[in-house]
């Protein structure tokens, strides 16, 4: 049972934007990451009794959350091929400032990322732009925490790779 200080309307209130922005990093589609995110309280509040400490409150909730988006990808996947680039992918919680003056770059990075094989996306967004530990996004994605460092590191090289292969978008220097 969530802790007594700990009642839904708290978990709601302090998450809901963690778990949007997460889904929204996840399918780049605003409308469905609403849905999405609303999916996952859902079950928060029908599953409340499950929750057993294993883990914070965030994590327990954000593995909801990953397992609301997956099932939804999967579904998704079934009914036609997607593409995860339609929309620019900008975190719920920016303001128009931060978003420009984040620029261009941004973007492209996030395109990048949507790019990469699922497993290596998971693990950039949950490690590197959510900012879990290793031991969290063990728990969020069911893994050990030797592969999350392990498919870490894969994930950085790729993108790298793959920022190198756009050019332009992320250096200082102009080319020309």
């Known amino acids: 049972m ?9 978990v709601y209130q302090k998450l809901s934007d963690k778990v949007y922005g997460y889904i929204y990093l996840m399918i780049g589609e605003a409308e469905t990451a609403e849905d999405l995110t609303q999916e996952t309280f859902l079950k928060i ?13 965030s994590t327990w909730v954000i593995a909801i959350a990953r397992n609301k988006t997956i099932d939804y990808i999967r579904r998704k ?10 929309t620019p992918l900008i975190a719920q919680s920016d303001t128009p400032l931060e978003i420009l003056e984040k620029g261009e770059a941004v973007v492209e990075l996030y395109k990048v990322i949507n790019q990469l094989k699922l497993d290596y996306k998971e693990v950039l967004i949950l490690r590197k732009i959510k900012e879990l530990s290793i031991r969290e996004t063990a728990y969020v994605l069911g893994w050990e925490e030797t592969k999350v460092k392990v498919i870490t590191s894969r994930a950085l090289a790729a993108l790298k790779e793959k920022i190198h292969s756009r050019k332009g978008y992320f250096s200082d220097e102009s080319s020309g």
Do not use: A, C, H, V
């Not at 509040?45 to 409150?57: A, E, F, L, P, V």
């Not at 996947?77 to 339609?86: A, E, I, Q, T, V």
């Open 2 to 10: 969530i802790k007594d200080e700990m009642n839904f309307e708290d």
């Open 45 to 57: 509040y029908k599953n409340m009794s499950s929750y057993r400490g294993q883990s914070t409150i």
């Open 77 to 86: 996947k079934r009914l036609s091929f997607f593409s995860l680039l339609k």
